[in-house]
């Protein structure tokens, strides 16, 4: 019993989540009934569904951040909601997506991530009319994909695009599906609550066990540990607890371990590490995600630590080349949230991070594989070789390995070149007779398979220095010429500078013909070319050396200039860097050296790369030394790309000093001392691709500007599809490291093409401009084009819209002016009622009890309610609705369940006891009502509408019927008004938004498509009638708010999601700030947005969080605020007890002054405009406005303006006369001023002394 004690290296894994700025925030994920996991990973990127329908995927890089836009590019490539997506575990832009549509596509993923939205998939398969359930990859075989439908299990081989397999016999839909990590048999669970092994290759039929497991026909999961004879499956009991059980297929009948957790909605979503035996249950709708470890003895499930934190919409694992081995990250969790995607990284506490921990980290299963469709299908059996995680044993250290295999074409090519040169080829790969390990089958793949890797293990390093005959190594005919150039195109840059670098330490044994013959080809065709003709180059056969183990400091010995040059004096450099396509990592330096490149000058090494379309740029343009670019081998048109040029005289031997004088053997610390005190070194020449000009301009003026910023923080984001424009300043360079051109070096140049200086202007127009001679014209063109691109881009798309309101606070009033101890408060008020309506005089409240009971409370006499009965209205049956007149704060209509709406007037006093006798009744339908709306300028018309599904107009001074709209097919949730009074808009449960123009026609004279949830709907008009609000549900039952073109219905301009609440959205909409309030029964927080004309159309702004829950909002007309104290709205709020005002104002730091911003001239609306005879007269008239300005109030804008205005300057003419009014004015202030902080008298001291009379003075 020693094994129970013994403790595990997994068992103190905890869970560490980084902070907001590390996770892709911003996002749009809705609610998915579906059997799949709504995320998916590869070694590069994470794929996940999009929106609230959830028919289009987002695709980022792996370690993408930051917030992303909703105009990031996605893939659209179905109708309905995506079920489930996968990557292929041998290519990481290989995407398979299942839909509901009954498709299931595949999607090539570019190296750097999507730039563009896709909706042209790489294949398409159908399933016949069935809704696709579950997607995925075989794990051996290359090529071999799965699906599932209903009860059927389909195989697809891509290379053939063709289904290869179709089995019909589970009774059920299949909820989960999962291979052995062997690729033998396949593990399906069903809706029929049974489990099944399943055997694809098997004679007869393919089901080969079958057991009862969980008890309830919700969702079920099973994967497949490993490659043990054990599946696990999660489920519900009868009793809908939650299930982990644990079989063993020797004994399949019989569960091994059954596991009950807890009473929960939400599917546990299974997680396995095989290598770990780590294993992750994230429920959907949880906000916990728990680990255990799996054993293969009893108790079976050890529970680790559990994380706690968003509530999860979808979960994935990372694969394991992905992960941070260095500190200890055993495991990868991508948590999906509503708007997040959060990457949870187990670690396993350590001393220290240092060295690589073997311990940890077993042999995981390898990226390559031989194994394909067919021969799988015709009983081929090949694991995939393991390989190691060991930095020391990789080729760039602890980088991620990412593979990319080009298009399903290419895919499809890949393989025909493997056979044609496995039959080519008779003869095997000499290997070395030293002990083989896992890891070295890479390598002898590595000549017959055409993987673009970014990463690998260093024996590959060995295979590629190895020298074979010149028997094995020629061309064999036109098959070997397409693996060569296949291997050209798929080979990154890491590989080819390491290619190039050896061919060139092979210069001084021979040069191939090979290689001489495709010299004056594009860059990349060099470079991998070097790399191939290692193997055919002829000469001595001295053994490879090995590339040696990593050292602490990531850095590797120099590379000799010759073969045969010892090792044993090797100068350290610093390790090449790779950057995943996907992942912006700056360079703080300049690109990595080394003694292999042919031109080493100082002024090529350190020189500060031109500005992209500066003068100086253009004018380079060429000027290089005889290498031609061919059509074929031109760039796309209109892209802005970086060309680099590899001249001809690399491949010849190093002089030892350039033609400029400076010696080309520098030293490191002489190059870094050079490089330290250079103020504007270049950025690597790899990685500035995706920096913008300003951001290389580091001495510009612009840079510290705070929108220039902004513009290169937003710009690095890889979700970003704007084109970056170029930027019409060119480039300050230091010239002191650049040696300019001699002239006659300027003319012997003027004939070449292009200079090895990178250069960034539109291709096509640079190739045109260039076969016309035309160099002038380009400067020009890329000039005037980067001031254009760069003037035209608006600030809002930088900034988003700023609003005045984005700051506006709400604030509860005083508890003096609550009204307190309320009592009885009806709960069983329709959803289609408000359910609290006040006036700027008194409030009505809903009572519970029988009879319908009103009460009406004065809001002139707060404070605490005297425990009794209270004075209510006694309406005699069940209330449907009720609203206060408009124009009468005394007159308040009641609508009942009996069809009649009542007509109640309040005295002045307020109810003083309990009446039933009302000043009116009007028996407007047959059956319910729904609601009634009040007309919002002409007096004495109301609107009702019943279930019959009808809605109808009233004048109440007669009490007769004028007119009656159809048209609905369903229950009608609401009606509202536009803001002219003309026109009105509905929203039913049939999913319909209709719009009625009601004196001219009965039926609508639109009609869109609105919420799909049939929960209950709000609708409101905003910006002067010209768009429609809607609130309601998704689905799935989640709350949301959408803004339609009241002229165009048929779908929303944008759709803002809150969450998932039962009670329905009620908006009220502040017309003067174009600010809307939503909130529920039973909500805390009042959600506040701005709605706008332009994208994204709904703005959110502070919301405001009640400290207690609110049973219904209702707010009051405009002339009610608070103008002085910046109040642009005013509430009254209905709690379980209290009566409470709430005011929203927006901070102002001169709020003494009217604050005409703010307050436009508003609608008269609480007085009628019309009457309702002139209404159905159709004789309509405006609403008059009015200004909110108090009297004697100062306007901001007037005050604002006095600056602003020129002083007159004194006329020099009269420089000596009087002085101007201004000064006049100001000098008088300060005597003023003074005067009152001193004694201040006019009286002389000689006014006291006595003198002589004026007659002795006539004297």
């Keep these: 019993m020693a094994w129970r004690f013994k403790a595990s290296k997994y068992k103190n894994a905890a869970p560490i989540v980084p902070k907001a700025e590390a996770c892709v925030r911003e996002i749009c994920v809705g609610s998915y009934q579906t059997y799949g996991n709504n995320i998916a990973a590869s070694g590069a990127f994470m794929a996940f569904n999009w929106e609230h329908t959830g028919s289009s995927v987002a695709v980022l890089p792996l370690d993408d951040c930051g917030r992303k836009s909703k105009t990031m590019p996605l893939l659209h490539g179905h109708t309905d909601t995506v079920t489930d997506l996968k990557f292929s575990p041998f290519h990481d832009g290989l995407l398979a997506t299942a839909s509901q549509d009954c498709l299931v596509k595949i999607w090539h993923i570019p190296e750097k991530g999507l730039e563009q939205s896709l909706s042209d998939p790489e294949a398409i398969f159908s399933h016949k009319q069935r809704r696709v359930e579950t997607v995925g990859f075989h794990p051996t075989a290359d090529g071999l ?66 057991a009862e497991s969980h008890q309830s026909i919700k969702d079920s999961r099973v994967v497949w540990l490993g490659n043990q004879q054990r599946i696990l499956t999660t489920g519900f009991d009868a009793a809908r607890l939650r299930q982990v059980i644990i079989r063993d297929v020797r004994n ?203 990463n690998g293990n260093d024996n590959s390093s060995e295979s590629n220095g190895k020298k074979s005959t010149p028997s094995q190594s020629q061309p064999d005919g036109e098959c070997s010429e397409l693996i060569r150039k296949f291997e050209a195109k798929y080979k990154v840059d890491t590989e080819k500078e390491k290619a190039n670098a050896y061919a060139q330490s092979q210069e001084d044994d021979k040069e191939s013909p090979t290689e001489q013959e495709h010299s004056t080809g594009s860059s990349e065709e060099v470079s991998s070319s070097g790399g191939l003709d290692n193997h055919s180059a002829s000469g001595s056969h001295s053994p490879p050396k090995p590339m040696p183990r990593t050292s602490r400091n990531n850095s590797l010995p120099e590379a000799s200039d010759s073969a045969g040059e010892s090792s044993s004096t090797t100068t350290p450099r610093p390790r090449p860097r790779t950057t995943a396509a996907s992942a912006y990592k700056p360079r703080l330096g300049p690109k990595p050296f080394s003694s292999t490149t042919g031109d080493v000058s100082f002024d090529k090494v350190f020189a500060v790369p031109l500005a992209p379309g500066s003068h100086e740029n253009i004018s380079n343009v060429g000027q290089d030394s005889g290498v031609d670019l061919t059509p074929a081998q031109a760039p796309k048109p209109d892209l802005i790309v970086e060309i680099e040029i590899k001249k001809k005289h690399e491949r010849e031997p190093v002089p030892a000093v350039a033609g400029n004088g400076v010696q080309k053997s520098l030293t490191t610390s002489e190059r870094r001392k050079i490089f330290e005190q250079s103020s504007e070194s270049s950025e690597n020449s790899a990685e500035g691709e995706d920096r913008t000009d300003a951001d290389l301009r580091r001495s510009c003026s612009s840079r510290s500007s705070f929108a220039e910023r902004r513009r290169i923080y937003e710009n690095r984001s890889k979700s970003q599809v704007d084109e970056k424009p170029q930027s019409p300043v060119p480039l300050r360079r230091e010239h002191s490291k650049v040696e300019p051109l001699k002239p006659s070096q300027q003319q012997q140049q003027q004939g070449n093409l292009i200079d090895t200086k990178r250069i960034s202007v539109p291709e096509g127009k640079l190739m045109e401009e260039h076969r016309r001679g035309n160099g002038a014209g380009i400067k020009k063109s890329a000039t005037e084009a980067a001031f254009s691109a760069a003037s035209t881009k608006r600030t809002s ?75 209510s209205l006694v309406n005699g049956s069940n209330i449907m609705d009720f609203q206060w007149d408009p124009f009468d704060a005394q007159r308040l209509a009641v ?37 009634i709306r009040f007309h919002p300028l002409a007096a004495d018309v109301l609107l009702t509408a019943s279930y019959d599904m009808t809605i109808k107009l009233w004048d109440l001074r007669t009490m007769s019927e004028k007119c009656s709209l159809s048209g609905h097919t369903d229950q009608i949730f609401d009606f509202a008004w536009s803001p002219c009074g003309r026109l009105g808009a509905t929203v039913c449960k049939d999913g319909k938004i209709r719009v009625y123009n009601p004196r001219k026609s009965e039926t609508p004279i639109r009609e869109g498509n609105g919420p799909v949830g049939t929960r209950g709907a709000r609708i409101t008009w905003a910006l002067e009638g010209h768009y429609i609000v809607c609130t309601g549900f998704d689905k799935v039952s989640e709350r949301q708010i959408s803004v339609y073109n009241a002229q165009k219905l048929s779908a929303p301009l944008n759709t803002a999601s809150l969450d998932v609440s039962p009670s329905i959205l009620i908006p009220f909409y502040d017309e003067d700030s174009s600010t809307l309030f939503v909130t529920g029964k039973g909500d805390s ?175």
């Design 252 to 454: 399949f009948n019989t569960p091994e371990k059954t596991l009950e957790l807890d009473c929960s909605t939400g599917i546990l979503m299974p997680l396995f590490d095989p290598d770990t035996n780590m294993l992750f249950l994230a429920g959907k709708g949880d906000t916990t995600i728990n680990y255990l470890e799996i054993t293969d003895k009893d108790p079976y499930l050890i529970e680790g630590l559990r994380h706690t934190g968003e509530q999860t919409k979808g979960a994935c694992l990372v694969p394991k080349r992905a992960l941070k081995v260095m500190e200890a990250e055993v495991n990868r969790v991508l948590q999906l949230t509503s708007n997040m995607v959060i990457p949870i990284m187990y670690q396993v506490p350590r001393k220290t991070y240092r060295d690589f921990h073997a311990d940890l980290y077993p042999e995981t299963t390898g990226y390559k594989t031989e194994l394909v469709a067919g021969e799988w299908l015709n009983g081929g059996n090949q694991a995939v070789p393991k390989m190691s995680l060991d930095p020391a044993k990789r080729e760039h250290g602890d980088e991620p390995i990412i593979i990319h295999r080009g298009n399903l074409s290419d895919f499809v090519k890949n393989l025909e070149n493997q056979r044609a040169k496995s039959n080519t080829i008779g003869k095997p790969i000499p290997s070395q007779p030293a002990k083989r390990n896992d890891n070295e089958h890479f390598v002898m793949l590595n000549k017959g398979n055409n993987f673009e890797e970014k």
């Design 797 to 871: 798309t930088v900034f988003g819209k700023v609003s005045k309101f984005r700051h506006l606070k709400g604030t509860p009033g005083h508890k003096s002016t609550h009204i307190e101890n309320l009592r009885n408060l009806s709960r069983q008020i329709p959803g289609e009622c408000n359910g609290f309506h006040a006036n700027q005089e008194r409030v009505a409240v809903p009572l519970s009890g029988p009879g319908g009971k009103i009460a009406i409370f004065e809001l002139s006499r707060p404070g605490r309610l005297p425990d009794g009965v209270i004075p």
């Design 145 to 210: 994909m799965y699906s599932t439908a209903a009860g059927c299990v389909a195989l697809f081989d891509l290379s053939t695009q063709k289904e290869i397999f179709s089995n019909n016999e589970h009774p059920e839909v299949i909820q989960s599906a999962s291979w052995r990590e062997d690729g033998s048999v396949l593990a399906t669970s069903c809706k029929d609550k049974c489990v099944r092994i399943f055997d694809p290759r098997a004679a007869g039929s393919p089901i080969q066990l079958t």
């Design 1085 to 1259: 927080t009042i959600y506040c947005y701005e709605i706008t004309d332009e994208e994204p159309y709904i703005c959110p702004l502070s919301h405001h969080r009640c400290t207690s829950l609110h049973q219904g909002l209702s707010f009051l007309t405009k002339n009610h605020c608070d103008v002085a104290s910046v109040e642009f709205s005013k509430a009254y709020r209905l709690t379980n007890t209290t009566i409470e005002p709430l005011s929203f104002t927006v901070p102002r730091i001169k709020s003494e002054l009217f604050q005409d911003d703010l307050f436009p001239p508003t609608r008269i609306t609480w007085s009628a405009t019309l009457s309702a005879e002139d209404w159905f007269a159709s004789n309509d008239k405006a609403a008059p406005k009015v200004s909110l300005k108090p009297e004697g109030m100062e306007t901001l804008s007037s005050i604002q303006q006095v600056p602003a205005q020129p002083v007159k300057k004194p006329d020099h003419a009269q420089f000596g006369g009087q002085k101007s009014e201004y000064e006049i004015n100001k000098q008088q202030e300060i005597q003023k001023s003074v005067s009152a902080r001193m004694e201040f008298t006019t009286k002389l001291e000689q006014d006291d002394m006595e003198g002589v009379d004026e007659n002795e003075w006539q004297e």
């Design 895 to 931: 609508a009942c369940d009996d069809g009649i709406v009542k007509i109640w007037h309040i005295e002045a006093g307020g109810l003083s006891e309990p009446t039933n006798t009302p000043a009116g009744e009007l028996t407007a339908h047959l059956d319910k009502i729904y609601f």
